[in-house]
């Protein structure tokens, strides 16, 4: 008979740590852990004692463990760094890791002091800019051996063991690290910490590997390239088509009837450039299934032995087992990845193969492995969606102080940032203050979107200046003597609707976007050397991507998605609400519906949605509130009611 030795819980560490008498703050934090995750303090004994598994589900979660923290993210980072640490000495009081070796984190110390000693800002000659030096953090708190033993496999262990967001600066430590050999003829002394092999990043376990088309047959792209052409092709195009035929000679009447039936179901794409790459992407998607199936790359010849039943059965099924089987990815039912995939692949055959059966095929297999298993799990068909809502419905809703910072939040990180900045200066440390500036940028973005929530992508490329053809988005700024209040205009072409918007900033919001277009903007710019001609409100060095529907071509020197993103989160950690740019829009919805309970018109007058969008995403059964107010009824004038009518056995 075989025993098997439970695994360590979180309440095991927490018994240990009281019964062995380890320090106080530390078993506090570990405490508030189910706090934290919206669980009964119970639930500590289901949650494993295992780094990995603290870092992916519960570390940066503040939830609404510290409604009196100023800086709620700093707080939760310091909670994070003290259960580590506690749960790192239960683990090795117990031989279940390995314990670190002090020498191995001392020599990855002097090698981030001889890149520190070869930094300098921007424009002074030196060998990087201030604080690339951090860029090493992540290999120096994770390795378990010194920068020149690391391996393949070291690298392969930690990236296992990493979130996505750590998986990101994994990939720029193991990159800055290769590249430190190119360093060695002005920097020998770099010579005794480099690894003895270049190293890479794996890719995650749940990333689909990448299909190189350059490898593919030169017959197969063009095939793609001509239905891809096919598929995003305007009037105009259509129109010099049949132009063509007619110069050919081809019958005017037949010619000119043909017109006249495709007229009524032309299409006009916006962005024809990014239908290309869903198209290929769902091309590429289908393409791994045809190979897991055995066919080799080498053979094809046409689109068509792609778009077969088998194949994109094929796909379907990976898909799902994918999305199953990562920690990382939402279930394949809760997400919409699948349904979008099956919506290119539709419109591709039929605008671009004009295959009528392929979009058949598609939609009968969308039914069996998709609609009919979510109506049997009553999985709704905004699930995804309705899920995010309530979870943040939930923390708002729960905990009033959290609400209460939120409708505050561009003061709060304003004012943090403030501070960050002083002690930066009064430090001289040029990095921190960058930092810092940033921090008072997502004080700006907090305020924006508190206003009138916008796409990611319109406060991203949102401009204060105009440049040529292309208009900037301020159009009204304060008068001297006068209340600061601001006015962005975002054309139809910039947004998602092609609606046109106003957005309004005002009152103390408006003295935040003031000080930063007059003060820490301007700095910002100086000490990152970013141009003073920038238009962008948030100036950064990328180039925005240019779409053949776009009507205007934008400048560069704009902030890339994924460092916007950064930006944001900077701010969003002090509120202690992670939410993306993008879900603001709900925060917004049910502050509003708080304030004014069923105004689901307001709702999505301000969101630029219909009212039925907004009444299924943010309308809940009111019969919660029903029966607590006739519960409270009963017990305020019958509190006696069940006593006076006692019940008998018949």
């Given amino acids: 008979m075989k025993y098997h030795t439970p695994r360590p819980t979180l309440a095991d560490v927490l018994h240990w740590a009281e019964t062995t008498g380890k320090p106080q703050d530390p078993i506090r934090e570990l405490r508030r852990i189910p706090a934290r995750l919206g669980l009964l303090d119970a639930d500590l004994a289901a949650l494993p004692a295992d780094p990995v598994a603290f870092n992916r589900n519960i570390a940066g979660r503040p939830g609404a463990a510290f409604p009196r923290a100023r800086n709620v993210g700093a707080a939760c980072a310091r909670a994070d760094s003290r259960v580590r640490g506690l749960l790192r000495q239960y683990l090795d009081v117990w031989g279940l890791t390995a314990a670190a070796d002090p020498r191995d984190r001392a020599a990855w110390t002097a090698l981030a002091d001889i890149i520190a000693a070869n930094e300098g800002p921007p424009r002074t000659g030196r060998r990087w800019n201030t604080g690339r030096h951090r860029t090493l953090s992540v290999l120096r708190a994770r390795c378990r051996c010194a920068p020149a033993d690391v391996t393949q496999e070291e690298i392969n262990r930690i ?74 092709a305007g009037e105009d195009d259509h129109g010099e088509a049949l132009l063509a035929r007619l110069e050919a000679g081809e019958d005017p009447e037949y010619v000119m009837a043909e017109a006249d039936r495709s007229a009524a179901k032309m299409r006009s794409l916006r962005k024809p450039d990014a239908a290309r790459t869903r198209y290929r992407e769902t091309v590429s998607w289908l393409l791994r299934a045809w190979e897991d199936e055995g066919g080799d790359p080498a053979e094809l010849r046409d689109l068509g032995e792609l778009t077969t039943r088998t194949v994109i059965e094929a796909a379907i099924r990976s898909q799902i087992a994918r999305s199953d089987a990562a920690p990382d990815l939402k279930n394949a039912l809760d997400s919409d990845t699948l349904k979008l995939r099956l919506a290119n692949l539709s419109a591709f055959a039929r605008h671009g193969l004009n295959d009528r059966s392929v979009p058949a095929i598609v939609e009968l297999l969308k039914s069996k492995h998709l609609d009919k298993p979510r109506a049997r799990r009553r999985v709704a068909r905004e699930t995804g969606v309705v899920a995010e809502v309530d979870a943040i419905a939930a923390l708002l809703h729960g905990s009033p102080a959290v609400a209460a910072r939120w409708v505050r939040a561009p003061e709060l990180i304003a004012r943090s940032a403030e501070d960050a900045i002083r002690m930066a200066r009064a430090a001289g440390s040029p990095s921190r203050e960058v930092t810092a500036l940033r921090q008072y940028g997502a004080a700006v973005a907090a305020a924006m979107q508190l206003s009138r929530p916008l796409r990611p992508s319109c406060l991203r490329l949102t401009r204060i200046a105009s440049r040529e053809e292309v208009p900037a988005n301020l159009i009204r700024t304060p008068a001297p003597r006068k209340a600061p209040r601001f006015e962005f205009r975002y054309e139809s072409w910039e947004t998602k609707t092609e609606r046109a918007v106003t957005l309004d900033v005002a009152s103390r919001d408006a003295q935040i976007l003031k000080t930063w277009l007059e003060l820490h903007r301007p700095r910002f710019i100086e000490l990152t050397g970013r141009g003073h001609d920038n238009v962008y409100l948030f100036p950064g060095e990328g180039c925005p991507r240019r779409d053949s529907g776009d009507p205007v071509r934008l400048p560069s020197g704009v902030y890339a998605p994924s460092s916007f993103l950064a930006l944001w989160r900077a701010g969003a950690s002090v509120v202690g609400l992670d939410v993306t740019p993008h879900r603001m829009r709900h925060v917004v919805a049910i502050l509003v519906l708080a304030l004014r309970p069923g105004a689901y018109g307001l709702v999505s007058t301000i969101l630029c949605n219909t009212e039925e969008v907004a009444r299924r995403h943010y309308g809940r059964d009111d019969g919660k509130a029903v029966s607590q107010a006739l519960r409270d009824a009963l017990l305020a004038h019958h509190p006696d009611l069940l006593r006076r009518h006692r019940w008998t056995a018949s």
Avoid: M
């Fill in 159 to 232: 990236s296992g063991e990493a979130t996505a967001e750590d998986r990101r600066s994994l990939r720029k430590a193991v990159q800055f690290l290769n590249g430190l050999r190119d360093d060695l003829l002005e920097i020998p002394e770099l010579a005794a910490h480099l690894p003895a092999e270049r190293l890479h990043v794996p890719a995650g376990s749940s990333r689909a590997r990448r299909i190189d088309w350059s490898t593919l047959p030169a017959s197969f792209r063009a095939a793609f390239d001509a239905a891809a052409s096919a598929a995003v």
